[in-house]
């Protein structure tokens, strides 16, 4: 059977600075790291002749190959979804070049996301979708937002109050995700915040939307990050060390409503679970050959529930996983986020992720996991969502 | 319960979820049952996931349940809800099955508890649109 397994590689990362506010619109931002990306690689915009997306994504094909002087696109493509997107354009990407519908892919995500860059109609683009809710409802948004139920940490909050209830996770669980990324974030120059914190920040730090406080967030990013993805063949002549792809997945449902499964009776029943099983069997290894994790981070607790969901940990074992260490580099079992992701170094829809994936596969991670062979990237794990297996 | 809330995004109705938000305008709970097996289901939909069937009736629901999960929401949030905050969401347990999402009513947020029974009560928050929201039930 024919399979994606070893069939593609990344060859090419970039990114923009990473800032609360820019100054830029979000098509310059993609212009910006998706040149570096190719730049990386060693190629030419001349060489690209594929790329995808988000379907949310402001910048489309012709907005990219318009400013980059692309020449002749033979594939382009959108993902459903936005933290659930992550991954899954490298589903799509190495598709297409281990088919040969194209040789070279530009997979990207840019957003300005910062306070300054989004309020308003905002001649920057970009902003926080919840605050444009419409006053007439005519989708799914009805059965929730008229209760007050709006932005995306009102409704993760809701599984992550089931979780404690279930399994005795408490916040300061939450608390010591968000001080072990800060700590990877503290050695990484990108980062957007570097202080230390101590679990006692977290738990002094206001309430969002309970269980979450608002060190257990996510930053709010203006940038973007791209990367080149090509076959195994091509890859064998590139630039940089390949980050080869050994397996690649997506997977949703039962039933969800946006972010949270309100109505999946058990969190075992989320999309992570099920492109976790996808994406081992793929691969052919079990979570303990994994040697670090980049774990979409929208919220503190979701590190948690992957950990569950990806086999790091029993189901409902991750709060004293945590505790013991375990995701924090350097003697951690499985450093999880080594940037110090959405948390603290950027929150570029989670595609800074598969960056850093990248960059320990190269060894040129600033918290870097010795002779690091096998790495882990995901997108959201509620569903629709998706995650790749990066090897040496 | 009848003051109209102005500013509170609200629902357009359409044909598959009608019979939803006309029978809480009439202050009832009426969830989509399947005529061919007979399995409830909310959100509103066109086809049972159970076996496929597109006839349905909007049937009569007990409007009792458990509190299934919940947040205290403190913001930012839409300036129309922060105003009122902290508030709290909850995710209800249908009798019938279906989870629903909505709040608490007449219920201190520290007195929230998962596993806690309530029943329906309705929020008329504009001319044409009331919503199902629930209380403790003693």
Redesign the interface.
Known sequence: MTSLRDRAAIIGIGHTEFSKHLGKTEHRVACEAIAAAIADAGLTPNDIDGIVRYDIETNTELAIIYSLGIPHLRFFAGVTSGGGAVCGTIVLAAMAVATGQANNVVCFRARNRGKRSTSGPGKFGGGRP??K??????D????????????PA?EM???Y??HM?EYGTTTEHFGMVAVALRAHAARNPNAVMRAPIALADHQGS???????RLLDCCLETDGACAVVVTSVERARDSRQPPAYILAAAQAEGP?H?QLAD??AHRQEETGGRAVSNQIYAMAGIEPTDIDAAMFYDHFSPAVLLSLEDYGFCAPGESGAFVAAGNIAWPSGSVPVNTHGGSLSEAFIHGYNHILEGVRQIRGTSTCQVQDAELVLVTSSNTDPTGAIVLRR | MSAVQTGIPVPVPNPDNQGFWDSCRQHELRLQRCLSCGAWRHQPRPMCPECHSLDYEWARASGRGTVYTFTVVHGPTLPVFQERAPYNVVVVRLAEGPYMVSNLIDCPVEDIRIGMSVEVVFDDVSETVSLPKFRAVK
Do not use: S
Not at chain 1, 133 to 138: I, S
Not at chain 1, 140 to 151: D, M, R
Not at chain 1, 206 to 212: C, S, Y
């Open positions: 919840w605050e809710t419409p006053q007439l409802l005519t799914a948004y009805q059965y929730h937002i008229p209760f007050g139920l709006v932005t009102q909050a809701m599984i109050r089931r209830h206001r309430w969002i939307a309970e269980p979450l039933i409503i309100y109505f």
